[in-house]
């Protein structure tokens, strides 16, 4: 079975500082690997994917994450905070694209 | 394309009733996902459907809950009958095919009192 682990319920960082969401995940096959952010009363949406080929994934608003199977990790970086990044932050592994396991999400705080 | 959409957005209802929660995919996914989101237990995968067919329902958590797809355009999830531990907010999600992303509606946020 496949699980993910999300270090951190709450994270809070200072506007223009390094954000590092954390994401460790289990699985028996290659994985595939997403992280999807959720603004308050809405529904979730794509920040980026893993699936196979580089190890480092660049998606929107600025955010990256680098796929290392050795560490089964797959964290969530953005070199500088905005304000407009507070939001909560799910992590999610599966085989394909289909039966997606989510973490329990991190909520990101930035402060001004 | 006006995304998924879902509807109520808000739903109150009292223990026993029957609750029918609404999902319009985006026009030519052919994949629709229910999701159940709780403080408890996160993000969880209820059922799912491929051209209408439910492909796999390990999820629904037990026979009160029942989930339908009479056509490409529109699915239901239906809890008869409702219990208080069934408030949660609902998603919906679609995917054009096998090997794209999730979109997701805004949510059903749904109290049985």
């Known amino acids: 079975a496949q699980s993910v682990t999300q270090l951190g319920s709450h994270v809070s960082v200072s506007e223009g500082a390094l954000v590092l969401l954390r994401c460790n995940y289990s699985?028996?096959?290659?994985?595939?690997l997403f992280w999807y952010v959720q603004y308050p009363n809405q529904g979730l949406q794509l920040l980026l994917k893993y699936t196979t080929g580089a190890t480092l994934v660049k998606g929107i608003n600025g955010f990256e994450a680098e796929f290392k199977k050795s560490e089964t990790s797959f964290h969530l970086t953005k070199p500088s905070a905005h304000m407009s990044d507070a939001a909560e932050y799910f992590c999610?592994?599966?085989?394909?694209?289909?039966?997606?396991?989510f973490g329990t999400g991190t909520r990101l705080l930035v402060s001004p | 394309d006006a995304g998924v959409i879902q509807s109520p957005r808000h739903e109150v209802t009292e223990m026993g009733q029957e609750v029918t929660l609404r999902c319009k995919p985006i026009s030519g996914h052919d994949y629709l996902f229910w999701y159940r989101q709780t403080m408890m237990r996160g993000l969880e995968l209820l059922i799912y459907?491929?051209?209408?067919?439910?492909?796999?329902d390990s999820g629904m958590p037990e026979d009160r809950f029942s989930a339908k797809m009479p056509n490409a355009s529109f699915s239901t999830l239906k809890i008869q009958p409702s219990e208080p531990r069934d408030s949660a907010v609902y998603f919906c999600?679609?995917?054009?095919?096998?090997?794209?992303?999730?979109?997701f509606g805004p949510g059903t946020r749904l109290t049985v009192l």
């Open positions: 999600a679609s995917s054009p095919d096998y090997d794209n992303e999730q979109f």
């Open positions: 699985s028996s096959v290659p994985p595939y």
């Open positions: 999610a592994v599966s085989e394909g694209f289909q039966k997606l396991v």
């Open positions: 459907f491929n051209n209408n067919v439910p492909i796999d």
